[in-house]
């Protein structure tokens, strides 16, 4: 998050930055994001989200953890379906693309518009998208489970099946 620092072209200006900041409760829950905190914007934070203590604080709200969705598709490649994939990275491009017009930079040269969270329309805007994204992050999830469900079930009969298995005639 950028907050009281470096000279960076901001939509809002730096001091326009710092006070949406200072003007609102930050409750990050996601380590993937609160790493790139500045040192001032990681205290403002509620929280302090770390890689071991991310399980218990993941949200499937969080756009990072929709992202991820992607990223662990990916990482279990081949055995995830490549439409699922597909569908994650279709996801993720969508959300990355929200988590940019909502940044504090002015993206409006690039083709993106900005999302005004700093105003209660743009606030409820990135609210409205965000559960929209929930839902499709958590049917990928749910997608994705049952793929390594598969996957579990598969691997323990071939276990059972292995030679000099306690279980080899079926």
Not at 63 to 69: E, F, K, P, S, T
Not at 90 to 96: S, Y
Not at 97 to 124: F, H, N, Q, S, W
Not at 147 to 164: F, H
Request: one cysteine or more; a negative charge; proline letters at 5%.
């Amino acid at each position: 998050m950028v907050y009281r620092a470096g000279e960076e072209e901001l939509r809002l200006g730096r001091e326009g930055t710092d006070a949406v900041v200072e003007s609102h409760t930050i409750t990050c829950s996601h380590h993937d994001a609160f790493r790139f905190f500045t040192p001032e914007a990681a205290g403002r934070n509620t929280l302090s989200p770390t890689r071991e203590g991310q399980r218990d604080l993941e949200q499937p709200g969080c756009l990072h953890a929709a992202m991820d969705v992607y990223k662990w598709c990916f990482k279990l490649a081949p055995a995830v379906p490549s439409e699922l994939t597909l569908d994650a990275f279709l996801l993720a491009r969508d959300v990355r693309e929200l988590d940019m017009r909502a940044a504090p930079y002015d993206l409006r040269e690039l083709g993106y518009a900005p999302v005004r969270i700093e105003t209660a329309e743009g606030k409820a805007e990135y609210v409205a998208a965000q559960r929209g994204f929930t839902t499709r992050s958590n049917a990928l999830r749910r997608r994705l489970l049952a793929v390594l469900d598969t996957l579990a079930e598969d691997g323990a009969r071939e276990q059972l099946a292995a030679p000099g298995s306690a279980q080899t005639s079926w």
